[in-house]
C-alpha cells in the first residue's frame, strides 16, 4: 500500500495523470453502451443487478460485459505496468489488476447501469 500512496505524490503524480487520462476517457466507455439500450430495449435488468440477482444467465451476462470492457481493462493493465517499471522499477501484479479494476470496470458497472435505466426511462416516455 506505501506503492500506492507514493503515486499521489513526487515523480508518479505525473506519470498517474497521464495513465488515468490513457484508461479512463470518457467516451471509451460512452462508445461501448449499445449494450446498455440493448439492455433496456429487451426489457432486461440493469447488467450489475442481473449478475447479482441471477435474473439472467450469468455466463452469457458477464461474456457481453467482458467483450464491451475488455479491452478497456487489458490497457488499464498494460498501462500501470509500464508506470510501475517506470517508477516504482518493479511490478506488483495485484495493484496493477486492482487499479485496472477500478479505472475500467468500476466505471463501466456504474455507467452501463445507469444508461440502462435512462434508456428504460425514455422509451416508457416516449
Same mark, same amino acid.
Given at each position: 500500500? $506505501?506503492?500506492?500512496? *507514493?503515486? %499521489? ?6 506519470? $498517474? ?6 484508461? !479512463?476517457?470518457?467516451?471509451?466507455? &460512452?462508445?461501448? &453502451?449499445?449494450?446498455?439500450?440493448? $439492455?433496456?430495449? *429487451? #426489457? ?9 440477482? #441471477?435474473?439472467?444467465?450469468? *455466463?452469457?451476462?458477464?461474456?457481453? #460485459?467482458?467483450?464491451?470492457? #475488455?479491452?478497456? &481493462? ?5 498501462? $500501470?505496468?509500464? %508506470?510501475?517499471? %517506470?517508477?516504482?522499477? &518493479? =511490478? %506488483? ?12 470496470? =468500476? ?14 426511462? !425514455?422509451?416508457?416516455?416516449?
Amino acid at each position: 500500500m $506505501d506503492a500506492v500512496r *507514493e503515486r %499521489y505524490g513526487g515523480q508518479g503524480q505525473r506519470a $498517474d495523470a497521464i495513465q488515468t487520462r490513457a484508461s !479512463n476517457r470518457p467516451w471509451r466507455h &460512452f462508445s461501448r &453502451f449499445g449494450p446498455a439500450s440493448a $439492455d433496456a430495449r *429487451e #426489457g432486461r435488468p440493469p447488467f450489475f443487478w442481473s449478475l447479482v440477482s #441471477g435474473s439472467a444467465p450469468r *455466463e452469457a451476462t458477464l461474456k457481453s #460485459g467482458w467483450k464491451s470492457v #475488455g479491452r478497456v &481493462f487489458i490497457l488499464a493493465v498494460v498501462l $500501470d505496468v509500464v %508506470y510501475q517499471l %517506470y517508477v516504482l522499477h &518493479f =511490478v %506488483y501484479p495485484l495493484q496493477a489488476f486492482a487499479v485496472a479494476v477500478i479505472l475500467a470496470i =468500476v466505471p463501466y458497472l456504474i455507467l452501463r447501469g445507469l444508461v440502462t435505466r435512462l434508456a428504460r426511462t !425514455n422509451r416508457v416516455r416516449g
